[in-house]
């Protein structure tokens, strides 16, 4: 497609369930990002995935969350056992590296709200 | 390490004022900066971005230039219309690779007519 798309577009979970967010990146894009913007926090980076490399999960908040990217495209951000406090959007984007200012992409987002 | 601050908002203007949209920022080296924009119910869009020392990035009407002396990346417009009303914000990427934005705390602005 012509550009980062993300599933669902909204998602409502119970405290306590696992979700799963799914980020279609740019075609040809190398590198994708997974960010989470919340009123409290801002936009904060959670992990970024290049290439065939080990991700950066240096942004992410606690083990219960987790990303996976398959075949070097796609990618789902997991949360387990979800608390309110995750409650946000969040966003992908990808760019492609190599490229002088690997700008990046951002797809629409998925907001997530934990009752 | 890498950070970004912008002038607290809101700010709210009226339509065909000039507006500016202050950000500084530290990081190591020559980081690459951008201005990215969010209009009500939609996504991150990247407004302009700079790569090196007095670059001036442009776009829709907004400016904004690589300052490395004063380690700043102020936005500019010299007359803002009611579409304008977003939230704006700020962020750099270290230079070289794939690597995270650090994004500033965003600036809401609204336009009245």
């Known amino acids: 497609g012509a550009g980062v798309s993300q599933s669902p577009s909204n998602k409502v979970t119970e405290k306590g369930k696992d979700v799963e967010l799914r980020c279609d990146p740019i075609?040809?894009?190398?590198?994708l990002y997974w960010y989470r913007q919340s009123l409290g926090q801002g936009l904060e980076f959670l992990i970024y995935f290049q290439g065939n490399s080990a991700p950066d999960k240096s942004g992410l908040p606690s083990d219960r969350f987790s990303a996976e990217r398959t075949g070097g495209s796609v990618s789902t951000l997991t949360i387990q056992r979800t608390q309110q406090e995750d409650s946000a959007v969040y966003l992908c984007?990808?760019?492609?590296?190599?490229?002088?200012?690997?700008?990046?992409?951002f797809g629409p987002g998925t907001r997530l709200t934990v009752l | 390490g890498n950070s970004v601050t912008q002038m607290e908002g809101p700010v709210t203007l009226s339509e065909e004022a000039f507006l500016t949209i202050n950000c500084t920022y530290t990081?190591?080296?020559?980081?690459?900066l951008f201005w990215y924009v969010q209009y009500p119910g939609e996504g991150l869009q990247l407004l302009l971005k700079?790569?090196?020392?007095?670059d001036k990035g442009s776009n829709k009407g907004f400016e904004a230039t690589y300052r490395k002396e004063t380690t700043s990346f102020h936005l500019e417009k010299g007359s803002v219309q009611v579409s304008d009303s977003a939230v704006y914000f700020c962020?750099?990427?270290?230079?070289?690779?794939?690597?995270?934005?650090?994004f500033g705390q965003g600036t809401r602005l609204t336009i009245n007519p």
């Open positions: 984007a990808s760019s492609l590296v190599g490229t002088e200012t690997d700008t990046q992409y």
């Open positions: 700079a790569t090196k020392a007095d």
């Open positions: 962020a750099l990427t270290p230079r070289g690779g794939a690597q995270k934005l650090v």
């Open positions: 990081a190591t080296g020559y980081p690459s």
């Open positions: 075609s040809g894009h190398t590198a």
